[in-house]
């Protein structure tokens, strides 16, 4: 496939991680293993497509309600996937970005990905950002919030338009989503880029994460490039 420039943001809910690793017989953490060595396939496919941003849900702020030993297993995850893969990201220069919020994480995995955040930052090509403690309604409150601080502190107007709300978001610097691809078969977005998924695209697989190859991420590429984006409107 030709470098894409129409798909410019890519979306992803990471999901079916557990219930795969079920059917193996194994236990919830085995399946999340694998899908780290998955999010290097397809970041790496997604970057050699010409993607400019990658998001993938990694952590929800709803993730805290899990069983404690998985929650500790998943902060151990960011240190697994940036020690194996690293070398990688740099060499194919892809930068790290997140989207979150930083309290309740645990200070290794903190330190892990701002080192990663740090490292990666002179690097020119795909942004691979993970949403980790994320939460869309979340984003869009505390964006509110730096609003009304910036009318309060340093006299903004009070006339604001959608696009100089986005500034104040997380994502503003991103483009918007184009294309959300949720993994399992699950079809909601689970409090995902509310915002920023006004006008995604939307794909739905019943295949789980660890089996979503990077041949089915080229498809679902291929299908978007294939939609008629109408934006509300009417083509003549």
Same mark, same amino acid.
């Given at each position: 496939?030709?470098? +894409?420039?129409?798909?410019?943001?890519?979306? !992803? #809910?990471?999901?079916g +991680?557990?219930?795969?690793a079920?059917?193996?017989?194994?236990?919830?953490?085995f399946?999340h293993? !694998?899908?780290?060595?998955?999010?290097? +396939?397809?970041?790496?496919?997604?970057?050699?497509?010409? #993607?400019?941003?990658?998001?993938l849900?990694?952590?929800?702020?709803? +993730? *805290?309600?899990?069983?404690?030993?998985?929650?500790?297993?998943?902060?151990?995850?960011?240190?697994?996937?940036?020690?194996?893969?690293?070398?990688?990201?740099?060499?194919?220069? !892809?930068?790290?970005?997140? #989207?979150?919020?930083?309290?309740?994480?645990?200070?290794?995995?903190?330190?892990?990905?701002?080192?990663?955040?740090?490292?990666?930052?002179?690097?020119?090509?795909?942004?691979?950002?993970?949403?980790?403690?994320?939460?869309?309604?979340?984003?869009?409150?505390?964006a509110?919030?730096?609003y009304?601080?910036?009318?309060?502190?340093?006299?903004?107007?009070?006339?604001?338009?959608?696009?100089?709300?986005?500034?104040?978001?997380?994502?503003?610097?991103?483009?918007?989503?184009?294309?959300?691809?949720?993994?399992?078969?699950?079809?909601? #977005?689970?409090?995902?880029?509310?915002?920023?998924?006004?006008?995604?695209?939307?794909?739905?697989?019943?295949?789980? *994460?660890?089996?979503?190859?990077t041949?089915?991420?080229?498809?679902?590429?291929?299908?978007?490039?294939?939609r008629?984006?109408?934006?509300?409107g009417?083509?003549?």
């Amino acid at each position: 496939m030709e470098k +894409n420039q129409s798909c410019r943001h890519v979306a !992803i #809910i990471m999901d079916g +991680n557990g219930r795969w690793a079920k059917k193996q017989n194994r236990e919830r953490t085995f399946g999340h293993t !694998i899908g780290v060595e998955n999010v290097r +396939n397809i970041a790496i496919r997604a970057n050699d497509l010409g #993607i400019e941003v990658l998001t993938l849900y990694a952590f929800s702020t709803e +993730n *805290w309600k899990r069983p404690l030993e998985e929650v500790n297993f998943l902060m151990k995850l960011p240190e697994i996937f940036f020690k194996k893969f690293m070398k990688e990201l740099m060499e194919k220069n !892809i930068r790290i970005r997140m #989207i979150g919020e930083w309290e309740h994480v645990p200070q290794d995995t903190r330190d892990i990905l701002e080192r990663a955040i740090r490292e990666t930052s002179v690097n020119t090509g795909m942004i691979l950002n993970f949403a980790f403690n994320y939460g869309g309604k979340r984003e869009i409150v505390l964006a509110a919030q730096k609003y009304a601080q910036d009318v309060r502190d340093n006299g903004r107007a009070l006339e604001l338009t959608e696009d100089e709300f986005t500034t104040y978001l997380m994502s503003g610097e991103y483009p918007p989503v184009d294309l959300m691809i949720r993994t399992s078969g699950e079809q909601r #977005i689970s409090n995902f880029l509310l915002w920023e998924m006004a006008y995604a695209e939307m794909m739905f697989l019943d295949v789980a *994460w660890p089996e979503f190859t990077t041949d089915e991420f080229e498809a679902c590429i291929r299908d978007f490039m294939q939609r008629d984006r109408r934006y509300g409107g009417v083509k003549a």
